[in-house]
DNA sequence: GTGGTCTAGACCACT
DNA sequence: GTGGTCTAGACCACT
């Protein structure tokens, strides 16, 4: 469920975070459900546990999940809220995206034409 | 025209190049233009030569601009091209943008929404 | 009456000894009151045993409970001394606070109008 | 300047950015400033440079401070920012410990004398 | 030189 | 068992 890319540039710890806010938000991982633990990730992943840890810190930060001390990382019961963050997230990357492909001269029909391929590719897969 | 945020991670060579490279994706520069040399472009922004002649480098490497040994630096004549690869760049960070959308729940009418916000802004201005 | 946050990163028994001395400082528990049982604490709180036992162990080590072998834990008789060691630590935490302040270029003035404001709102309900 | 004790429970990392933040705050570290490497604090302080990097990076991420690929770290140019911060945390504690005094009794001159105090204390020295 | 990431492994408090 | 902190030291990109 959880992969890390060694060769990305992007930090692993990074990868982490991206990859479980990811399970949160599309559903996989439901509120207040457990999330491994530090060592058995750090055994199951072959990454450092430190690394772990970095991510596990992040995501409370985030308030992505939270920690009861002594018994592990739990995801938040507020997994609406952090869907709503994400969908935020992602409508300014648009935003950002568009105002590049304006300026490359893409049209309006260019752009719905890559969308909406992509949403008759995964839309079967959902 | 050529802005450089000390403050921001990404490394100044790869600002320097994206920066260049969007003026001559949106025609500001034209083909066969000559860049500033690495000693003026130092100059006005303040950063070590080394870093502008990496940038350059880099632009080189990609086919953006050419050298003429003793004369300096040039944009391709091809700027097309240049443009047609920002192009299909873009495209591909829409594919990924709309998978990431699509897991996160979002619809084709929120994305259709955020995108047309953008075409009407920037419209007039362009 | 009492409450344990286990989202909260501060240890359980110490959240349990703060609350309990809260109450015997505020005369909700008076003097020679008997404490729940550890068993029917840990039933009602839902908490290990041993944790519950910790806090009793603590309140007792500071002197605000004594505990009747073969009965229970009761409130000491002497709240009066508890009230009077609670208000020192409270004092403690005004000086190091207002030494804060200074450094931090606050007014005489505007720590008076916070103050002021608790005393408006919190005057009737006690 | 800094100073870090170790008998301190408080994490030294966190004791790091407290004494930086304070340092800010107070205004022995100007806008734009540049804080001692990581190395040399590490070698100064005896601690080791991950510990130092952690009070670093929280720094930035709380805006205090920001990095400059390849310089250093330097003190943010919003100082006033940080004060206004600062203060409104000191607010928020004065009005919780306000609450807990007044469930412990204490009455509106006992708060002031001690106040008071502190203010003819360090009047002087500031 | 600078900060950022990562591994390896110890020790701690809490449950 | 759990996560949190810390040391020791390597390697990286960037300037």
């Not at 890319?5 to 949160?24: A, S």
């Not at 457990?34 to 055994?43: E, F, N």
């Not at 739990?74 to 709503?84: K, L």
Request: hydrophobic share 35%.
């Amino acid at each position: 469920m959880i992969h890390v890319d060694f060769k990305d540039r992007t930090p692993i710890w990074e990868q982490l975070t991206r990859n479980i806010t990811h399970l949160v938000v599309s559903g996989v991982l439901a509120p207040n459900e457990q999330l491994p633990s530090v060592r058995q990730l750090s055994g199951e992943l072959g990454i450092n546990p430190n690394t772990i840890q970095k991510a596990y810190s992040e995501l409370e930060r985030r308030g992505i999940t939270y920690t009861v001390a002594g018994k592990g990382c739990f995801v938040t019961e507020n997994t609406d809220r952090i869907t709503q963050t994400k969908q935020d997230e992602i409508s300014e990357k648009y935003r950002a995206l568009t105002k590049e492909a304006m300026q490359a001269h893409m049209t309006r029909q260019q752009i719905d034409e890559i969308i909406s391929a992509v949403f008759a590719e995964q839309g079967g897969s959902l």
